[in-house]
């Protein structure tokens, strides 16, 4: 991740990392902003954000999606909500990529270039 602090991490915002999961649906990271000595900073709020997969035709794909709640109960209860959104966004790219891969492909007949070609299997005698 590039930043503008030319890759020095800012010790003023950094946060310690939480994982729970209930080994079915996914996995929630609760990162709790702590201090550059270490303790907790409660001037900051602790921010929670949900992971799962969704199996796709090319295999598994991931996804990460901001939680609300301030508690991980509150979390875990919003993580379905919100990881059906993740897959109807990611359903929609899916398509897009679909339908931009397929504009792409060359058909026979069209023009678009002489692949060095004669007509005759792109030999030239």
Known sequence: M???NDGVMDPDNLFREENFTDQK????RK???VKADGSEDGERKVMFFGSAQVMTPMGAM??????EGDT???AAEDFAV????AVEQAAKELETMRREQASQIVMPGQSGG????????????
Do not use: E
């Open 82 to 85: 919100k990881a059906a959104i």
């Open 31 to 33: 990162l709790i902003p």
């Open 114 to 125: 002489n692949m060095g070609g004669s007509g005759r299997g792109g030999i030239i005698t």
């Open 62 to 67: 991931p996804l990460n999606f901001a939680l």
């Open 2 to 4: 590039a930043t503008q």
């Open 25 to 28: 649906m996914g996995a929630i």
């Open 72 to 74: 991980i109960g509150a």
